[in-house]
């Protein structure tokens, strides 16, 4: 079993950034491909970027992209959310998530592991 560890949110006002970051337990993070979701409370959990295994293929969600920045450290078993330009929609908690098969979709159910979440609130 793998456990995801978030951190890295908080209050930021409108035009500002956060790096979010989620560390994995065990000793197979590097074969796995990482997403982050977030969800607001009535809503579906929503895809937000993905990255491989190597770190050579990303995926973004469009409404992000230009703004938002996956990377990965597979020497740390971390992958992280650079969060740039935010806006108040972008509002939400924030949750890593790992694919031990490291397929590349975004759908939420192909993801296996996921961690607590964070919280990311963004002020106008």
């Known amino acids: 079993q793998v456990q995801l560890v978030e951190s890295g949110g908080g209050l930021v006002q409108a035009g500002g950034s956060l790096r979010l970051s989620c560390v994995a337990s065990?000793?197979?993070?590097?074969?796995?491909?990482m997403g982050w979701f977030r969800q607001t409370p009535g809503k579906e959990r929503e895809f937000v970027a993905f990255?491989?295994?190597?770190?050579?293929?990303?995926a973004y969600a469009d409404s992000i992209k230009g703004r938002f920045t996956i990377s990965r450290d597979n020497a740390k078993n971390t992958v992280y959310l650079q969060m740039n330009s935010l806006k108040p929609e972008d509002t939400a908690s924030y949750f890593c998530?790992?694919?031990?098969?490291?397929?590349?979709?975004?759908?939420?159910?192909?993801?296996?592991?996921w961690g607590q979440g964070t919280q990311v609130t963004v002020s106008s």
């Open positions: 998530a790992a694919d031990r098969y490291g397929r590349l979709w975004s759908g939420k159910s192909f993801y296996d592991y």
């Open positions: 990255i491989s295994r190597t770190g050579g293929t990303t």
């Open positions: 065990g000793r197979t993070f590097s074969t796995y491909t």
